[in-house]
């Protein structure tokens, strides 16, 4: 089946350094997998950073990057420096449209940004 | 726009009790999910609805777990005799077949 493996966290930062989550993917069912990174800032739902629908391109929100890359299969998600507003709960997932956009996530990285 | 609205927030069950947990998509979204996030996991799907039709209920445990979408707007999911494997939070999604989904705030179940 698909499958999505992303950093293991907690993962802590200080606020202006740069930050990298890994993350990996197995798409055995979806010719064409669409990326996705989502968030859940402490309190608040789950909501969608940003994604990408084709392989070689980059999506970008809020100062963070992540870069659809086929050939290694991954989505990284990066962003050159965090704030403590960023400390929140981040899940890489992939989906399809022709699959009803049914997400497969990551298990999540905690992300916490000391001031 | 109201977003997702799920309720109640929080259960605690014993062993073998049921429970029902209602959500309230986004006015006009025909795409519904219900994802199962355990502790510490990520958000794992359970079943998807278009409309009232179900989609996908491939992951749902049917012994147990049932859901439904009779007029293709709220949605009801169910868990009869509840075990402690099944604490977790639910979580109820909507899209209008953007790529975007919409979360609720989810549904926080314990069973002891």
């Known amino acids: 089946g698909d499958s999505v493996t992303q950093t293991e966290g907690p993962v802590t930062v200080s606020e202006s350094e740069s930050l990298i989550i890994n993350c990996t993917y197995s798409?055995?069912?979806?010719?064409?997998?669409?990326l996705f990174w989502y968030v859940r800032y402490p309190g608040e739902g789950l909501q969608l950073l940003l994604k990408?629908?084709?392989?070689?391109q980059k999506g970008s929100s809020r100062g963070f990057e992540a870069t659809y890359n086929k050939e290694t299969t991954s989505f990284h998600l990066q962003k050159a420096s965090v704030q403590e507003s960023d400390s929140a709960v981040y899940y890489c997932?992939?989906?399809?449209?022709?699959?009803?956009?049914?997400?497969?996530f990551g298990t999540g990285t905690s992300l916490l940004v000391d001031p | 726009e109201a977003g997702v609205t799920q309720s109640p927030r929080y259960a605690v069950l014993q062993e073998g009790q049921a429970v029902s947990f209602w959500c309230d998509p986004i006015?006009?979204?025909?795409?519904l999910y219900w994802y199962q996030q355990p502790r510490d996991q990520g958000p794992q799907l359970l079943v998807y609805?278009?409309?009232?039709?179900?989609?996908?209920n491939s992951q749902l445990p049917s012994d147990r777990f049932s859901a439904v979408r009779p007029k293709g707007t709220n949605s009801t999911l169910k868990i009869q005799s509840a075990k402690q494997g099944d604490t977790a939070t639910y979580l109820c999604?909507?899209?209008?077949?953007?790529?975007?989904?919409?979360f609720g705030e989810g549904s926080k179940l314990t069973v002891l």
């Open positions: 798409a055995t069912s979806i010719a064409y997998p669409n």
């Open positions: 997932a992939l989906g399809d449209l022709n699959m009803g956009y049914k997400l497969t």
């Open positions: 609805f278009r409309d009232e039709a179900v989609i996908d």
């Open positions: 006015s006009g979204h025909d795409t």
């Open positions: 990408v629908i084709t392989a070689g």
């Open positions: 999604a909507s899209n209008a077949n953007t790529g975007q989904l919409y």
